[in-house]
């Protein structure tokens, strides 16, 4: 036999095929297949009881648990009562079925059993007789089943649930948190459970809010370990220091109480040598008055007996005679005062000993200890200038510190340099400003602490460097279009510094140039291409930075962006060319022979009496204007840094030229590269030369200006950038004039 709930109503046919060897056997056979409906019913039911609790839970879940247990209850009830009167409709259904099918077996049946009394149509009259018999009486059995789980559910669903095995309860899955007992639960037991009065929350926020407080807890952990990493390391820096100051203080006590051992013996010394004087007058003074007193005895004692003597002469004469003598001198003997009292008295000076000096030593003993070495401070950015350095420390302890101890000198670099002389100063702050010092140089600090126990053993040692010396800028370098100008300088010291910074002004009436419009910062060479607004004035400043700081203010530079300006680099002239005073007059002696032994530079010509001027990096139009007089020989144009120095411009393919030379028949004007010249006249003699040279469209061209003529272009292919070139081939002058507005009359 199979259990019902083991398999559904088609396994068991495919179990129990409907071909039987017998009719008795397929009686029994249909009678095994027929509690199928029975089973179903039960499996309905089951799914109905997982079915209340699952709307339960979502109920529960929609409402909140945190709800009052009055709306709770009206849930559960409305549910209870939903799910009754279901069943109890189920039942009156079946009723009804189970009763006309005993009134009359060949009625129509339920929908679901009607395949089953099909299948058995072709078996005898008597056997469908006790297949109907066995069909009831085993829906009886399990319809009795069915309604006993139901009365269970309807006197409620603690019962219910008792009623079920418990590995299904175990099954279930917990879905909230129980906040009061830190546990998971079902959101069931919440509602009727022992959890009902307990706060509760959603099992994932839970579990988010535990997970959070675990990192916190982490954090503080690493937090905690940290402060007892550093704990322990300054328990250890104590520990050092309290071997250090005991030793210290040690030494303090022994030398101290050396001296006072010392200073007592000494006071005693003094005292009994005091002592001994006084009782050596004492016994001098007593000795001479014993001496003198036995004197005047024994002088006594031998009047005495004189007088005694005399006393008894008994010739008169002799009595008279020697007692006249006698007599003055026992006369005189009497009238002398013997001095009967002690000179010097027995009992000694009774004799302080003075311990103040003692008592000074002693007071001196300083029970403070010796402080602990400062940490000096690494330098902080903008605390130096050019000459000056601000140098600050600290001191981790409580120790008692009555000032500090600054040492410094300079770094040096060179290994058989004489030593830097160490300088030493005494503040009373944990800061200090040291004046005097060298632009862009390094210095090494270090500082003690000191007090009445002693001084600190040294801190470690800094390094501070000043801030460089400003730079200085090359303003015959300085090379400037209507877009862009290229500034370079020379740095103030011999030191490598960090960086330069630019900062530019923009010049207008109301404004003097001291606001700051824009900063170029970052630049790691000696030279920078601003790009600037046309037809404006600015005023340029360059500062040099190191880790000490920024440098004072460059000497300004005024750059006018109304046109090309350039400069005329002397070191391509010609030893027979001249550059005046104003830097944009080039003039020739007269010289015979060009020829000369004048000292020549490398980069200067040698044949052509010519001299370059400064490269013009900016892509566009760039004008500038030549003023010569009438009858000079001259070649003015542009050039590549590559021209050759020892021929003539115009006469190689890396120079144009307009070239004018005096015939005897007339001017004679040339266009000149690579020695060849267009066959071009030009009757008015210009005496003022504009030239335009226009890197965009490969142009340069020449041009009367006086007159607003053009006299000639060339279309050249401009590979790099060029330079403006001048000679002179007759002794003459010849004025550049630069920075110009490009006149409009260039354009026709």
């Keep these: 036999f199979y259990h019902m709930d083991l398999y559904g109503s088609k396994e068991r046919f495919d179990i129990f095929p409907e071909e039987l060897s017998s009719p008795g056997d397929r009686s029994r056979g249909d009678a095994r297949s027929e509690p199928a409906p029975s089973s179903e019913n039960l499996q309905r039911s089951q799914e109905a009881e997982y079915d209340l609790e699952k709307e339960v839970a979502e109920l529960a879940k929609m409402y909140g648990l945190d709800e009052d247990r009055e709306k709770e209850i009206e849930i559960l009830g409305e549910c209870l009562e939903r799910e009754e009167s279901r069943w109890t409709s189920a039942h009156t259904g079946k009723a009804a079925l189970q009763g006309s099918m005993n009134n009359a077996s ?3 049946s339920p929908v679901k059993d009607q395949s089953q009394s099909t299948k058995q149509q072709g078996l005898p009259g008597g056997a469908s007789q006790d297949e109907d018999q066995s069909k009831a009486q085993a829906e009886d059995e399990g319809e009795s089943h069915i309604w006993s789980r139901e009365g269970l559910s309807s006197r409620g669903m603690s019962d219910e649930w008792s009623s079920q095995p418990a590995s299904e309860e175990e099954e279930v899955a917990a879905d909230v948190f129980c906040c009061t007992c830190k546990m998971p639960i ?194 902080a950015p903008n605390a130096a200038t050019g000459t000056s350095l601000r140098v600050c420390w600290g001191l981790f302890s409580d120790d008692t510190v009555e000032c500090y101890q600054l040492c410094y000198k300079r770094v040096s670099n060179e290994r058989h340099s004489e030593e830097p002389a160490e300088h030493t100063l005494k503040v009373r702050e944990t800061y200090c400003t040291i004046t005097d010092l060298m632009p862009n140089t390094q210095y090494e600090f270090w500082v003690s602490a000191l007090n009445a126990s002693g001084t600190s053993p040294p801190s470690e040692r800094a ?122 007059t080039i003039a ?67 120079s144009w030229c307009m070239r004018h030379i005096i015939t005897p028949s007339r001017h004679k004007y040339e266009f000149l590269h690579s020695g060849m010249t267009p066959d071009i006249r030009i009757t008015v003699p210009p005496r003022r030369i504009g030239i335009l040279l226009d890197y965009e469209n490969c142009r340069l061209s020449f041009f009367n200006a006086d007159i607003a003529q053009h006299l000639y272009t060339f279309n050249a292919d401009f590979q790099h950038y060029v330079h403006p070139c001048f000679a002179l081939e007759t002794p003459s002058t010849l004025q550049i004039h630069n920075g110009i507005a490009i006149p409009p009359w260039t354009a026709l």
């Design 106 to 108: 060949n009625s129509s």
């Design 186 to 379: 079902r959101a069931f037991d919440k509602l009727f459970g022992e959890h009902k009065d307990h706060e509760v929350a959603q099992l994932l926020s839970a579990v988010e809010s535990e997970k959070e407080e675990v990192h916190k807890n982490m954090c503080k952990l690493e937090e905690q370990i940290a402060q007892m990493e550093n704990f322990a390391s300054h328990l250890e820096e104590i520990f050092i220091t309290v071997e250090e100051n005991f030793g210290r203080q040690e030494q303090n006590f022994e030398v101290h109480y050396n001296d006072a051992v010392q200073v007592l013996a000494q006071k005693y010394e003094e005292q009994l040598e005091a002592l001994g004087e006084e009782k050596r007058q004492k016994v001098e003074a007593l000795y001479e008055q014993l001496v003198s007193c036995g004197e005047q005895l024994d002088t006594c004692k031998e009047l005495m007996d004189t007088t005694q003597e005399l006393y008894l002469e008994n010739d008169k004469a002799s009595f008279i005679k020697v007692n006249s003598f006698h007599w003055q001198r026992l006369e005189e003997f009497i009238k002398k005062e013997v001095d009967l009292k002690l000179s010097t008295l027995p009992d000694f000076e009774e004799r302080v000993i003075d311990f103040s000096e003692v008592e000074q030593l002693m007071n001196s003993i300083n029970v403070i200890p010796a402080p602990c070495a400062p940490v000096i401070n690494p330098q």
């Design 463 to 584: 390094v501070y460097v000043t801030a460089p010396s400003p730079p200085t800028i090359k303003s015959k370098n300085i090379r400037s279009c209507e877009n862009a100008a290229l500034v370079s300088w020379e740095p103030g010291d011999l030191n490598p510094v960090d960086s330069y910074t630019v900062e530019l002004s923009k010049l207008t009436d109301e404004q003097d140039g001291d606001i700051i419009t824009e900063s170029i910062v970052g630049i790691p060479n000696c030279e920078v291409l601003i790009h600037l607004q046309p037809r404006q004035s600015y005023c340029i400043f360059v500062r040099a930075l190191n880790l000490g700081g920024s440098s004072e203010k460059s000497e300004p530079l005024l750059i006018h962006t109304t046109g090309t300006y350039f400069c005329l680099n002397e070191d391509t002239a010609h030893p027979l060319l001249a550059v005046l005073d104003d830097g944009f």
């Design 588 to 654: 020739c002696d007269e010289l015979q022979n060009p020829d000369c032994d004048l000292p020549v530079y490398d980069n200067s010509f040698t044949r052509c009496i010519g001299i370059l001027g400064s490269l013009i990096p900016f892509p566009g139009k760039h004008y500038w204007e030549v003023e010569i007089e009438e009858d000079t020989e001259y070649r003015i144009g542009v050039a590549f840094e590559n021209t050759p120095r020892h021929g003539y411009l115009g006469a190689n393919n890396s």
